[in-house]
């Protein structure tokens, strides 16, 4: 059994769950545009209701080309409706890489850091150790602005592995318990199609270091690029590799379509190994 703590939670990982995206920002490459603090409380109330373990909520865009975002602002963005949707027993991750807004939203009540710098931000770490979250440690090559320019590795799955080895070793050093550990190769931060895909036919060596993985692929260009679909048609393709990771170890989707994404895990649940993917049970027809 695979059970990750993050702040007074404890998820059930025998099956893979689902992270739902709550984006609080004006240019995230799929549903941006969701600055108002109640809408973005709904939208997260409702991925909950579709069956989302961890809702994570994201107040600067990681996009390719993205513009940083103040911290100030983005503390300001994002506290209101951590301490919201906290308050009402859900399990929050916070999807930032600064140590000023990581420490808020603790005291918000989050219950977990989603860092695609994988806390190695000065500061961001003693932060992280202090707070009892779960960390999800992702792996980027280069920096939003340009990483998509020309990506290059010797051998990327090992690289990105060795990688995220060494941050969640550097995690255990700094305190934190191994089971609050998850770690994420990151879809197209700093990756081509092809590294994409070599990453993903592999990730049953990024689970193989032992801590479970988060995989984040929804509607992401890949999908497009493999599919010919724009973002608003990515539906399809992104069910397609969220199966393919949960084939191969991924523990945990980051998702935008959450109930479509929970239907899919339980259908495929149910052939390979286990009775519903989020504690339902099913009965013969
Ligand atoms: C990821 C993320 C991902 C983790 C984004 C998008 C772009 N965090 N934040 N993994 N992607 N851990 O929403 O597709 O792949 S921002």
Redesign the pocket.
């Known amino acids: 059994m695979t059970i990750l703590k993050a702040g007074k939670h404890a998820i059930d990982l025998s099956t893979p769950r689902v992270?739902g995206?709550v984006?609080v920002t004006t240019d995230?490459?799929?549903d941006g545009g969701r600055l108002d603090r109640d809408a973005a409380i709904a939208h997260a109330r409702r991925l909950i209701e579709e069956g989302a373990a961890i809702v994570?909520v994201?107040g600067e865009?990681?996009?390719p080309g993205a513009e940083p975002v103040d911290p100030a602002d983005e503390l300001a963005r994002l506290v209101p409706i951590v301490a919201a949707l906290a308050g009402e027993g859900a399990c929050v991750s916070v999807?930032t890489m600064k140590p000023a807004v990581m420490q808020a939203a603790l005291a918000a009540g989050a219950s977990m850091i989603?860092?695609?710098r994988a806390l190695q931000v000065p500061g961001a770490m003693d932060v992280a150790a202090a707070g009892g979250a779960a960390v999800?440690?992702?792996h980027m090559q280069g920096e939003p602005r340009t990483m998509q320019r020309a990506p290059a590795y010797g051998d990327v799955v090992d690289e990105v592995s060795a990688f995220l080895r060494r941050r969640a070793l550097a995690c255990i050093d700094a305190g934190i318990a191994g089971d609050r550990i998850?770690v994420?190769?990151?879809?197209?931060?700093g990756k081509s199609l092809a590294h994409n895909l070599d990453l993903l036919r592999n990730l049953g060596e990024i689970a193989a270091l032992g801590f479970p993985v988060?995989?984040?692929?929804?509607?992401?260009s890949m999908i497009g690029a493999i599919t010919g679909r724009n973002l608003d048609d990515r539906l399809a393709g992104s069910l397609a590799v969220a199966l393919a990771a949960a084939a191969r170890g991924a523990r945990l989707l980051?998702v935008?379509d959450v109930r479509e994404t929970v239907d899919a895990l339980a259908a495929w649940s149910a052939i390979e190994r286990w009775p519903g993917s989020h504690g339902h049970e099913w009965t013969e027809q």
């Open positions: 992270m995206i984006n995230s490459f799929y994570d994201g865009s990681t996009r999807d989603n860092d695609v999800c440690l992702m998850v994420d190769p990151g879809f197209g931060f988060l995989a984040g692929l929804s509607r992401k980051r935008h």
